[in-house]
């Protein structure tokens, strides 16, 4: 790949970041390849010494706030026209809540995704807390002249006691898988505002 | 490592390859290399968020028919440094703590 390609590339994969931040960055790619042929160095060695655009590009996407994009997305890149702001006003009873439709159903989708989690976490406290309820109730029901129903109480208890302790470790992946998903998601997010722009 | 703890590693590293003279992307990389690894993009984000705190400067020289740019520390960089020092320095009281218990249990 040569410098061109490169610098081609990696336009291409920025194409949805402000446009200064992108000028910045290939100027500061093109300084990096330069230093790199001025020791010696062709071309193709120094380029590939830095790594390929697409996951420079991806790189640059994920440290950059999702704001700094969406703010770029949004905000039009000229003065509406008067006719547009009309239609922008006349529609805004429905573009408006459609866009709040969407945006609740998406939050709502989320915090299903918790609330699963969280009821793992409850199921998890209730089998925990019947362990030493369950064997005090036991030892109870023995004193009370029930030796057998005691003993029943107080194993079905134990248990509680052991999937409890498998049921922390499903409970920690759940988690481990929301917190996956979440990271996942916003990496999705600004896909979208990246892609969009690329398919003009 | 820990990422918060290499972030902080990185910072002080970029703003001591400056410390002496000016530098330039290109051999800020090549002069840690040798202790900490860092790719170009990382470098990128490191410079940009310690010319957003004024730990440094930047200026745009010719050199060789073309514009390249060089780093130049500040008062708050050289603080940064000396600040590290001295949180390190009791860092490295307490690695020994640590490993002479080890050693002794």
């Known amino acids: 790949m040569n410098q061109q390609e490169f610098m081609t590339t990696l336009r291409a994969r920025l194409s949805g970041l402000p446009a200064q931040d992108v000028e910045e960055r290939l100027h500061f790619y093109r300084e990096m390849i330069a230093d790199r042929m001025e020791e010696g160095r062709t071309e193709e060695e120094s380029i590939a010494d830095i790594g390929s655009p697409e996951r420079i590009a991806e790189q640059i996407i994920a440290d950059t706030p999702l704001t700094r994009i969406a703010k770029e997305r949004i905000l039009p890149q000229r003065r509406l026209r008067a006719w547009e702001i009309v239609l922008l006003a006349l529609g805004s009873p429905i573009w408006l809540s459609l866009a709040v439709a969407l945006l609740a159903v998406i939050l709502s989708l989320y915090v299903a995704l918790w609330a699963v989690t969280v009821s793992l976490w409850a199921v998890f406290a209730s089998v925990v807390a019947c362990a030493p309820v369950g064997i005090a109730l036991g030892v109870g029901t023995c004193i009370a002249g029930q030796p057998v129903g005691g003993v029943a109480i107080m194993g079905a208890s134990l248990v509680c006691a052991g999937v409890g302790i498998f049921a922390f470790f499903g409970c920690c992946e759940a988690t481990r898988g929301c917190v996956l998903l979440s990271g996942l998601g916003m990496r999705l997010i600004k896909k979208c505002f990246i892609k969009k722009e690329d398919a003009q | ?105």
Request: hydrophobic share 35%.
């Open chain 2, 1 to 105: 490592m820990d990422i918060q703890l290499k972030r902080g590693l990185l910072d002080v590293c970029v703003l001591t390859a400056i410390k002496n003279e000016d530098s330039y992307g290109y051999k800020i990389i090549k002069d840690i290399s040798p202790y900490i690894e860092m790719s170009e993009s990382t470098l990128y984000t490191i410079l940009k968020r310690l010319e957003a705190a004024n730990m440094l400067t930047v200026r745009t020289a010719e050199h060789g028919g073309r514009l390249r740019k060089y780093y130049h520390i500040t008062k708050a960089g050289l603080d940064r440094i000396e600040d590290f020092k001295n949180e390190w320095r009791e860092v490295m009281s307490i690695y020994q703590f640590v490993t002479r218990e080890e050693a002794e249990g």
